[in-house]
């Protein structure tokens, strides 16, 4: 069965196919642990056995072993078959093992340390670098990267940053490229609405990579961002639809969501909405994956893969059919937003 897609052309220029289901690849960069490079092949050609036809990337993951995982990968691969995305805002540079960034979070990486460089030039820069990287004849989407309190640590830096992005000229360098048409579409690629709005108030994007943030568990988007962008036409891609994977395992004691430890309030929510889901039988992990895509702004859904089960799962999640009762039993229980499209 092929995968559903969904067509995207705000500027009414050609625009773009996704795939409901994408391919995250911060995985395929030895996040938690190392793979080989035959396992991420194995994983990145069970996706596109699969369907999967949208893959996005980054410099950071891996710090930059991701997209040199991809150049292999996509060489034989028609360039009209696919949509590839990444992102600007670091640029990595050669350093001294003991300098590397990311310990404990990738492993057997190159030796890099990550610059945050939100300027014109910095934004170029980082767009040659991923050319180089993966190989391709062209990239479709490129993301503005973490300008979040998230990844900076305080809204102090990350409004600093935002303004750095603005006042440095990098938005003017994506908007540059988009309009030579080096690229067909900007975007921010955010692990915070809010921040995700401050962008869509101050420039002219077309998608955002939203991770975690509109999702079985959280849906505060809906109050001002998403009807902002059905307003604007502007596409949604959801990363992170398992919550850093609670949604997928379930309520088990060493469950993660949003990259830690889950809270025990976090644990009984998820417990609740485990029973609504068993009550249809339901997988708690299809439901998951298939309620962002029930969004108007939304165009795909982009869980990580980090082996072929894995990968096997989310396809199984996309293909998956979700009686309606089972929403509107989550919105009598209080589970789900009254106002969240189902």
């Given at each position: ?106 492993f057997e990486v190159p030796c890099r340390r990550e610059q945050y460089d ?225």
């Amino acid at each position: 069965m092929a995968l559903k897609t969904r067509h995207w052309d705000r500027l009414g220029n050609g625009g773009l196919t996704f795939t409901e289901l994408g391919f995250g690849t911060a995985p395929l960069g030895n996040l938690y642990k190392a793979i080989t490079d035959d396992e991420a092949r194995a994983t990145l050609d069970a996706a596109w056995d699969g369907g999967v036809r949208y893959y996005d990337t980054a410099p950071l993951y891996g710090l930059g072993l991701s997209e040199t995982r991809l150049n292999p990968f996509l060489r034989d691969k028609p360039r009209d078959d696919y949509v590839l995305s990444t992102k600007v805002g670091r640029l990595m540079q050669a350093c001294a093992p003991e300098h590397r960034a990311g310990e404990g979070k990738w492993f057997e990486v190159p030796c890099r340390r990550e610059q945050y460089d939100y300027t014109y030039d910095g934004v170029m820069r980082s767009f040659e670098h991923s050319f180089s990287r993966l190989g391709v004849d062209r990239i479709d989407i490129l993301y503005v990267h973490d300008l979040c309190i998230f990844s900076h640590g305080s809204k102090e830096i990350s409004d600093m940053r935002i303004e750095e992005f603005f006042g440095g000229r990098g938005y003017d360098a994506m908007v540059s490229l988009r309009e030579q048409g080096l690229i067909k579409a900007i975007g921010g690629g955010v692990n915070e609405w809010e921040v995700c709005q401050t962008l869509a108030e101050r420039g002219d994007f077309d998608l955002f990579l939203l991770a975690g943030r509109y999702t079985l568990l959280e849906q505060k988007a809906l109050d001002s961002f998403l009807p902002l962008c059905e307003a604007r036409g502007i596409g949604i891609v959801t990363g992170g639809p398992y919550n850093s994977g609670i949604l997928a395992t379930g309520a088990r004691q060493g469950a993660y969501y949003n990259y830690e430890l889950a809270p025990q309030d976090v644990l009984d929510r998820v417990k609740a909405i485990e029973d609504v889901c068993a009550a249809h039988g339901v997988r708690m992990v299809d439901a998951a994956f298939q309620f962002p895509l029930l969004h108007p702004a939304h165009v795909s859904v982009i869980p990580g893969g980090q082996g072929v089960s894995e990968t096997e799962g989310n396809l199984q999640a996309a293909h998956a059919e979700i009686p309606a009762g089972l929403w509107a039993d989550l919105k009598a229980k209080g589970l789900l937003r009254e106002d969240a499209p189902t």
